[in-house]
Structure formats: structure tokens, C-alpha cells
């Protein structure tokens, strides 16, 4: 079974950095996008940065010029780091591995992490 694990998030004040990273475990053969996503209170779900195997990435605009996500295949984990936070990135972020590949079962998969909360305040 795969799981995927996030860092804890933590409380950090407007313009200050918080680096995420998550971690994938499990027998994977592959996985072929890594993502992060975040839910504010009362919002949906929306995707913040994407990363495939091959280093292609996406943003969203809220975030783009702030957040850096990267990845490192070879442990299956995923990293964001987040500089010059403000308030409206207070949210629960979450890990997403899209496109993931097991042995034994064919075709791909999805899995989620739990979530950590990242709460920007002064």
C-alpha cells in the first residue's frame, strides 16, 4: 500500500518562509506527477505547484514568484518551499502523487496525504 506522508506545517508570520516536503512509501515503480494542493476554510480544494518526472513544474498564479517545488525520484518525495507567505496562503496543504505506478496492478493511480496546516499570521 502506498502512503504518502507530509512535514508538519507550522504557524510563521507574513513574509517569512516555511519549506514543506512529503514523502511517498511503499513499493512504486513510478510516479509521474507530484503535486501540492491547499484548502483554506470554507474554499476548494486547489492545486498550487506540480512537478513531473522529467522536472516540467506548474503554479498557480497566487503563488508564482514565491513557491519552488521540487522532487527527488529516486525517494519519491516532493518538496515546496514557500517564501514571502501571506495570510491568504493559510490552508492545509496536501501531497498528491498522480499517476503512480505498483506492482501487480495495471494502469495508475492516485494517492493523497493527510494534510499539514500552514497557518500565516502576525
Known amino acids: 500500500q502506498v502512503r504518502l506522508r507530509e512535514s508538519e506545517g507550522g504557524l510563521v508570520q507574513p513574509g517569512e518562509s516555511l519549506r514543506l516536503f512529503c514523502a511517498a512509501s511503499?513499493?512504486?515503480?513510478?510516479?509521474?506527477?507530484m503535486c501540492w494542493y491547499r484548502q483554506a476554510p470554507g474554499a476548494q480544494r486547489e492545486l498550487v505547484a506540480t512537478?513531473?518526472?522529467?522536472?516540467?513544474?506548474t503554479y498557480a498564479d497566487s503563488v508564482k514568484g514565491r513557491f519552488t517545488v521540487s522532487r527527488l525520484n529516486a525517494k519519491n518525495m516532493v518538496y515546496l518551499q514557500m517564501n514571502s507567505l501571506k495570510p491568504e496562503d493559510t490552508a492545509v496543504y496536501y501531497c498528491?502523487?498522480?499517476?503512480?505506478?505498483?506492482?501487480?496492478?495495471?494502469?495508475?493511480?492516485?494517492?493523497w496525504g493527510q494534510g499539514t496546516q500552514v497557518t500565516v499570521s502576525s
Open positions: 498528491n502523487a498522480d499517476g503512480t505506478r505498483v506492482p501487480g496492478y495495471t494502469g495508475v493511480r492516485t494517492f
Open positions: 511503499g513499493t512504486i515503480i513510478s510516479i509521474d506527477v
Open positions: 512537478m513531473t518526472r522529467g522536472g516540467s513544474t
